[in-house]
């Protein structure tokens, strides 16, 4: 080793999130030439938690599991029960379910490019995304009553309906949305700050993606064509026209211009529901349960959300076993972060769009 | 539910001849076609030439669950592996017995198994071999391994006696240092 290369610690606390992650990066000067990373600072032992309570308290508890995500959890969690029971739910409930997964896809893509100009330095940007994303914000309070976990899946369907003054309601907020996430977009791909500090930056080969099994907008960042909702279609996604994203920069900019070009595919997708949306009963009963194993897979903002159960004849779950986006994008990290300068760490930490407490549950 | 059970016929049987009979084998779809496919491997071992085989197939490993369960008093560790085959989900269980008690690892074949496979040795004891890096994920080395087969109530947690050896390491550490 030479004198100029050492390990230098990094973290736990606000490497770009407020969550606890620590590195121990080596670096020669300012070139990073290795990375490992050190969880574990919040590990809830939800899973166990999970197998203490019955099918129907775990829904509220799955929502828990991270913020951002909170309703990609209750959703597939509310899916893989639902397998296990042979359950299916109101066609109503499909377009539901979507509409409101499409809504959190949108606050939650937002907020992390919202965090990419925090990082990047470019304050004023930082605050007119979020500015913008509050627009999205209200829909949410004023639609499910709930800024982060809507409490809107349930086994068998949905809690709430939305009735035609809301469906108006989410329309209007719509167009007010629209040209300014266009304005943002255009910002992101034009602004000579943000070009110079995200492109070409924390580069992952397709081959390195696939081998790593990386998911959602890391994954189409590096030309992989992999999405759950055209892969294996779910709820009312099947019947609805919208387009899958790819990016093939692999880089910080790729994943950024994925996240901000899939806030449209987003608006259609709501845009569809609120006009094609069946008449009819929003949820159905659940009936008895069996002994039997599931398994069901959903596309989250982050990426691919994995839920398996198994379930013994009783109201508690023998196993239930769930799988986050970002687990699979950590390992990632090492690829992307060698030959990295020390102060572009945060800034390749957040295009993984990072959630420690959905890893370490 | 349809009859018919998305999937690749050449892979499926592939994965039929690592089970010890039909009986292990189970193929479900759920309502909007999507096919799962399910084998109960003959021992733990074939995950290994399973994995080979899903690897020509250009599987993703999507998860690992682990599971235990006590029948007659005999504690069975049981693993699902779930992979991905263009978009049709192919769950492999292994169970890990005291006639099979080892697992090895799948991490040479599929990079990304390494954390599952540390997760399930930290918290379920799952003695897995030839993992390249075996190292605890996210618990401290410190504490014992299994805590997911543990139960912890409230009510005993805080009960005091964590509390008790704080304060008492607190003491020794004043007493040391006068």
């Known amino acids: ?92 409930a499909k377009y539901l379910r979507v509409m409101a997964e499409e809504i959190k896809r949108i606050a939650s893509h937002l907020f992390n490019t919202a965090i990419q100009a925090h990082i990047a330095g470019f304050k004023s940007l930082f605050m007119h995304v979020m500015e913008v994303r509050e627009i999205m914000q209200d829909v949410k309070e004023t639609v499910y009553g709930n800024r982060m976990n809507l409490a809107s899946n349930c086994i068998g369907g949905v809690k709430c309906d939305v009735d035609a003054e809301l469906i108006a309601y989410i329309l209007k907020q719509l167009d007010v949305i629209e040209p300014q996430m266009r304005e943002i977009l255009d910002i992101f791909d034009s602004n000579h700050i943000m070009l110079t500090r995200t492109k070409g930056l924390g580069i992952l080969p397709p081959e390195e993606a696939e081998a790593l099994g990386v998911v959602g907008p890391v994954a189409r960042g590096s030309g992989l064509r992999k999405d759950v909702r055209f892969d294996s279609p779910y709820a009312a996604y099947p019947n609805l026209d919208f387009d899958l994203i790819v990016e093939d920069g692999c880089c910080v900019h790729s994943r950024t211009m994925v996240r901000l070009r899939e806030l449209f595919e987003s608006v259609k997708l709501i845009r569809q529901c609120c006009e094609q949306m069946p008449e009819g009963p929003v949820r159905t009963h659940m009936g008895k349960i069996p002994v039997n194993e599931a398994f069901a897979h959903t596309e989250a903002p982050r990426g691919e959300v994995a839920y398996y159960i198994r379930t013994n004849g009783t109201e508690l779950p023998a196993r239930l076993k769930w799988r986050v986006p970002s687990y699979m994008n950590w390992k990632a990290l090492g690829v992307m972060m060698k030959g990295c300068q020390i102060a572009e760490v945060a800034l390749v930490l957040n295009s993984i769009d990072p959630c420690v407490s959905c890893t370490e549950r | ?56 197939f250009r599987a993703r490993l999507i998860m690992i669950s682990a599971y235990e369960d006590k029948q007659l008093e005999q504690i069975v560790k049981e693993l699902c592996y779930h992979f991905d085959v263009e978009g049709v989900v192919y769950n492999l269980t292994v169970t890990q017995n005291a006639e099979w008690p080892i697992v090895p690892s799948i991490t040479p074949d599929f990079a990304n198994a390494d954390w599952h496979e540390r997760e399930m040795m930290e918290l379920y004891q799952i003695k897995v071999t030839d993992h390249p890096n075996p190292k605890r994920l996210f618990l401290d080395e410190t504490l014992d391994a299994g805590q997911l087969s543990k139960a912890i109530p409230l009510s005993i947690m805080m009960n005091g006696a964590s509390s008790k050896d704080l304060w008492e390491r607190i003491l020794e550490g004043k007493e040391h240092s006068a």
């Open chain 1, 1 to 92: 080793m030479s004198i100029a290369t050492y390990t230098m610690p990094l973290g736990p606390v606000h490497v770009a999130l407020e969550e606890p992650v620590y590195f121990n990066l080596t670096v020669d000067g300012e070139n990073i030439k290795n990375v490992e990373l050190t969880s574990g600072h919040v590990h809830r032992g939800m899973e166990q938690l999970a197998m203490q309570r019955n099918l129907v308290k775990n829904v509220t508890l799955t929502e828990r599991v991270c913020s951002l995500c909170s309703n990609s959890h209750s959703f597939t969690y509310s899916m893989v029960v639902e397998n296990a029971l042979q359950l299916e739910i109101p066609e109503r």
């Open chain 2, 1 to 56: 539910m349809q009859d018919i059970v998305k999937g690749h016929p050449r892979l499926i049987d592939a994965l039929s001849a690592l089970c010890a009979g039909e009986e292990q084998i189970r193929h479900t779809t759920d309502f909007y076609g999507n096919g799962y496919h399910w084998f109960k491997l003959e021992n733990s071992s074939r995950i290994k030439d399973a994995a080979k085989i899903l690897k020509g």
